[in-house]
């Protein structure tokens, strides 16, 4: 779904990832769950486009619900695949400490499990071979996306700033759609390493300019980061 120029969403309020479309070629942000393939697929005809136009995707951290289609991409079509150094482990074997779920409501806790098994979640393969990134790195991809660090849903959680598309790509450092509870508007995420250390990766959100956040779970925020960053300080209160 295109949802300003430049800028493409797969998936749905559910589990998301993004298509920045250029000239130059295609970065994408995330690789959201196996069965994505064919909405990447999809998304790519509609725009004239296909596979071998991709040059590099952005992992904005490693849990397996963002590394969907990554290693098949990787693999058969040779796109390389980044993700910040502190999650390459976690990106290559799912490697990850275990975090309390917190609040849940079995409808939409279903609902997100049940999402995931049509999409093939059960069969995602971890990531062969990574390229590591760090804080501040701009990438030689099409438009330029910049690593901004944000621990603390996992230790190399990342914003990916991309002023082409005039937009903040956010993974999980925040969600606008709690998969457990299905309450929405900008909150903290479930599954969060560290939240103390989340929140306060906020502040760095909050700097940038962009006029879209861009969760991976969630409706797009046509706001500022700075709101957007705010509103999750007084969800998570």
């Given at each position: 779904?295109?949802?300003?120029?430049?800028?493409?969403?797969?998936?749905?309020?559910?589990?998301?990832?993004?298509?920045?479309?250029?000239?130059?070629?295609?970065?994408?942000?995330d690789?959201?769950l196996?069965?994505?393939?064919?909405d990447?697929?999809?998304?790519?005809?509609?725009?004239?486009?296909?596979?071998d136009?991709?040059?590099?995707?952005?992992?904005?951290?490693?849990?397996s619900?963002?590394?969907?289609?990554?290693?098949?991409?990787?693999?058969?079509h040779?796109?390389?695949?980044?993700?910040?150094?502190?999650?390459?482990?976690?990106?290559?074997?799912g490697?990850?400490?275990?975090t309390?779920?917190?609040?849940?409501?079995?409808?939409?806790?279903?609902?997100?499990?049940w999402?995931?098994?049509?999409?093939?979640?059960?069969?995602?393969q971890?990531?062969?071979?990574?390229?590591?990134?760090?804080?501040?790195?701009?990438?030689?991809?099409?438009?330029s996306?910049?690593?901004?660090?944000?621990?603390?849903?996992?230790?190399?959680?990342?914003?990916?700033?991309?002023?082409?598309?005039?937009a903040v790509?956010?993974g999980?450092?925040?969600?606008?759609?709690?998969?457990?509870?299905?309450?929405?508007?900008?909150?903290?995420?479930?599954f969060?390493?560290?939240?103390?250390?989340?929140?306060?990766?906020?502040?760095?959100?909050?700097?940038?300019?962009?006029?879209?956040?861009?969760p991976?779970?969630?409706?797009?925020?046509?706001?500022?980061?700075?709101?957007?960053?705010?509103?999750?300080?007084?969800?998570?209160?």
């Open positions: 779904m295109k949802l300003a120029p430049h800028l493409h969403r797969l998936g749905n309020d559910v589990v998301a990832c993004y298509l920045i479309n250029t000239d130059e070629g295609i970065t994408l942000i690789a959201g196996p069965g994505h393939w064919h990447l697929q999809d998304e790519l005809r509609s725009i004239g486009k296909s596979a136009d991709i040059r590099g995707l952005v992992l904005t951290h490693g849990d619900d963002h590394l969907g289609f990554a290693e098949r991409l990787r693999r058969d040779g796109v390389p695949v980044y993700v910040h150094a502190a999650d390459a482990v976690r990106a290559r074997t490697e990850k400490p275990k309390p779920m917190g609040p849940m409501k079995i409808g939409a806790t279903l609902g997100f499990f999402y995931s098994l049509r999409k093939n979640g059960l069969r995602t971890y990531v062969n071979e990574v390229v590591e990134v760090a804080d501040g790195d701009v990438l030689d991809l099409p438009g996306p910049v690593i901004v660090q944000m621990p603390g849903h996992s230790p190399g959680s990342v914003a990916v700033h991309v002023p082409l598309a005039d790509f956010v999980d450092a925040l969600t606008t759609r709690h998969v457990l509870t299905g309450r929405t508007g900008p909150q903290p995420a479930p969060t390493d560290d939240p103390d250390e989340s929140r306060a990766s906020l502040e760095r959100l909050a700097r940038l300019s962009a006029s879209w956040v861009l991976g779970h969630g409706a797009p925020s046509h706001t500022s980061p700075a709101q957007v960053a705010e509103a999750v300080r007084q969800a998570g209160a």
